[in-house]
């Protein structure tokens, strides 16, 4: 599985940006998919995550309420809506690919390149 992330960019602190991962290949179906973040000098951590139906999804307490995950199998793509941003969401944003959907970048086999989003204050 191929993954490439897309629209990142720079935002005003209260404003939105959705992020986009397009998956190449027949099987993206098969797998759950996951979106991390990755700030300078920081470890990369776990932001959200969709079961491969879309039925599950998962989010970290640090986004909860503000971001939204979901998938569209029909297109191959994954989406991170994320509203109400703040400063500390800056980061390279990844997305990820697995076959048991997790929250830990362990348990995630394929990554995209990411994505840049600045969030000013």
């Known amino acids: 599985v191929q993954l490439q992330a897309s629209g990142g960019g720079l935002v005003q602190a209260g404003g939105s940006l959705r992020l986009s991962c397009a998956a190449s290949?027949?099987?993206?179906?098969?797998?759950?998919m996951g979106w991390f973040r990755q700030a300078p000098g920081k470890e990369r951590e776990f932001v959200a995550a969709i079961s491969w139906s879309g039925g599950s999804t998962y989010y970290a307490d640090s986004v909860k309420g503000r971001f939204t995950i979901s998938r569209d199998n029909a297109k191959n793509t994954v989406y991170l809506q994320m509203n109400s941003l703040k400063p500390e969401d800056t980061a390279v944003y990844y997305c990820?690919?697995?076959?048991?959907?997790?929250?830990?970048?362990?348990?995630?086999?394929?990554w995209g390149q990411g994505t840049q989003v600045t969030v000013s204050s």
């Open positions: 990820a690919a697995t076959l048991r959907v997790g929250v830990t970048v362990y348990e995630y086999d394929y």
């Open positions: 290949g027949r099987t993206f179906s098969s797998y759950a």
